[in-house]
């Protein structure tokens, strides 16, 4: 098997199956309670977080560790949410988690902004610029297109809030760029942003959210009062260690040319072959669109399933329905976007398992071909 969905989620590392049982078995306490095993353990997660600041090249700030993206997601725009003459500013490349949200507040009768995408995947900034001002309370822009690739320019993005509604919140979803692409939080002006640990080879069940300044997100939970009273509830320790120890494991530099090299030769194969068409976005190289004309691309992806490889049709969390809003967006021909799959590399995969992935599409769409034809 091949798996090409790695967008969608990972393989966990072997080292963290380890952990896990180490955190589950032995170091199992509840870091709120106080026994000296318990105080360690509490004393552990604080360490943790301050390595996950780190790792987000944050000087300031806090991390709450949460159940998904999902979760982070949602705490962020709704935990930012303010009554009074408020304007919430979206990007048209969400992922479900956070679009789904605009679509809400617009039915709650809040004045939302939902700025479309350029040729390239990214948020239009000229018109980003036009619908800010002084009564922006939230922009939420994604990192890194979880379905193009494409990656927003945080620092642009940054300025111009600084510039035009310096009180605003500025959240990134930040689950496809964390540990796969160089950035730093300290050179942007990012208030919240939000992590995944299953797209990192960690398991599913544990995420993260940034927090630059605490007083600006209020809780949706109540209870203990857990996690600054952000997001009350026992912390999953075992999940926040083997989240910590994935990526403990990354090379972001290694890993982004090793995928480089690993979707080159993917790029070379295919667009030599007529009727595949090729979708590169210039972002992240973790990423490519494919099309395949004549052919559904959900008929593509279970033929290839049927051979031993793995596509995605987008995001897992929408691709049960029908049409890609992402891709239409951009104004991809809609013939297209049917026959589009994404292709998601991981960098632990080989060369010699792309060639063989490349031949099987190559294959699969021209026996297709034959028999509709």
């Known amino acids: 098997m091949i798996y090409l969905d790695n967008a969608g989620t990972t393989k966990m590392f072997d080292e963290c199956v380890e952990i896990g049982r180490k955190y589950s078995c032995e170091n199992f306490f509840n870091p709120s309670a106080l026994s000296v095993e318990a105080l360690e353990v509490s004393r552990l997660l604080n360490e943790t977080e301050k390595f996950f600041l780190n790792e987000l090249g944050a000087l300031q700030g806090n991390v709450l560790f949460t159940g998904c993206a999902t979760e982070s997601n949602n705490l962020a725009v709704k935990g930012s949410l303010r009554t009074g003459d408020w304007e919430y500013v979206f990007s048209a490349g969400e992922h479900p988690s956070v679009y789904n949200q605009a679509k809400k507040l617009e039915l709650d009768g809040c004045k939302v902004h939902i700025v479309p ?33 494409a990656v927003n320019d945080l620092q642009k993005i940054s300025q111009m809030k600084k510039k035009i509604c310096p009180k605003a919140i500025l959240h990134v979803d930040g689950v496809q760029a964390f540990k796969k692409i160089p950035f730093a939080l300290a050179g942007l002006d990012v208030d919240l942003y939000s992590f995944s640990g299953h797209k990192l080879h960690a398991p599913k069940g544990i995420a993260g959210l940034y927090v630059k300044n605490k007083s600006a997100l209020k809780e949706l939970f109540y209870g203990g009062g857990q996690q600054y009273g952000l997001r009350s509830g026992t912390e999953n320790v075992a999940g926040i260690m083997q989240f910590k120890k994935a990526v403990e494991k990354i090379d972001v530099k290694q890993n982004w040319d090793n995928v480089t090299l690993l979707k080159k030769q993917m790029v070379e194969k295919l667009s030599k072959v007529e009727g595949i068409e090729v979708f590169d976005f210039e972002g992240s190289v973790y990423i490519l669109n494919l099309a395949f004309n004549g052919v559904k691309g959900e008929t593509m992806l279970h033929a290839l399933n049927e051979k031993g490889v793995i596509v995605g049709l987008g995001s897992a969390c929408s691709s049960k329905k029908a049409g890609n809003r992402v891709l239409e967006n951009i104004g991809l021909d809609k013939d297209l976007i049917v026959s589009s799959v994404r292709i998601s590399f991981n960098a632990y995969q080989t060369l010699e398992e792309i060639e063989k992935a490349s031949e099987i599409i190559v294959k699969v769409y021209k026996d297709i071909k034959e028999r509709v034809s």
């Open 117 to 149: 995408l350029n040729e390239k995947g990214q948020i239009d900034l000229q018109k980003l610029q036009s619908v800010l001002n002084e009564k922006t309370r939230l922009i939420s822009v994604i990192h890194v297109s979880n379905e193009t690739g």
